[in-house]
C-alpha cells in the first residue's frame, strides 16, 4: 500500500470502529435511561429497534449519495450527522427528544458503510487487506463502545457518554474535510488506471 492508501484504510477504519461505537452507546446507558425518564426498559427497546431500522433503510440513498458527491464527503455527512444526533440525545429533555436522536443517529449511522467502503475499493488497491483492517476497526468500536460509555455514565452521565461520542464524531468529520486523505473534491473516487 501506498502512504496515501494506508492513510484513507487507517481513517476509515477509525471512522468505522466510531460509527459502531455511537450506535452502541445507547444499549450500554438503557438501564439510566429509563431511570431518568420513568419509562420502560422494553419501551426504550421499542426505540433502540426504530433506530436500528433508520440504520438499514438509509443505506440505499447513502450509496447514491456517495456516487454523486464523493465516497469521503458522505462520510464526512454520515459523521456529521451522527454528532448531531449524539448531542441532541445528550441534551434531550425527555424521551421523545431522545427518540427523535436515536432516529437521526440510526439515519446518519446507516449512510457509513456505503460510503466508507467505497471509498476503500475506489482507491486502495490492495483491497481484500484493506477491507480487513476496516472489518477490524468496525469490530473494536463494537467492543470497547458499551464498556467506555458505560465508564463514561459512571464517572459523568449517561449524556457526558453520548457528548463524548458526539465530540469525536465531529473531530472526525473534520478530518474528512480538512485533510488530504483520498482524492480531493476535484478528482473522482478512482483508482487511476
Known sequence: MTAGERQIVAFTGVAHGLNHAVELVYGAILAVVAIEFGVTIAALGVLGTISSLAYAGAALPAGATADRFGSKNTVAISMAGAGVAALIAAISPNIQVLGFALVLMGIFGGMYHPAGLSFISRTVR???????IHGAGGNLGTALA???AAAIA???????????FA?????ITLIALRSS????ANQADSLKP
Open 154 to 164: 459512571g464517572v459523568w452521565s449517561w449524556r457526558g457518554a453520548f457528548l463524548v
Open 126 to 132: 490492495q483491497r481484500a487487506r484493506a477491507l480487513g
Open 181 to 184: 486523505i483520498g482524492p480531493d
Open 167 to 171: 465530540l469525536l464524531s465531529f473531530l
Open 146 to 148: 458499551p464498556f467506555i
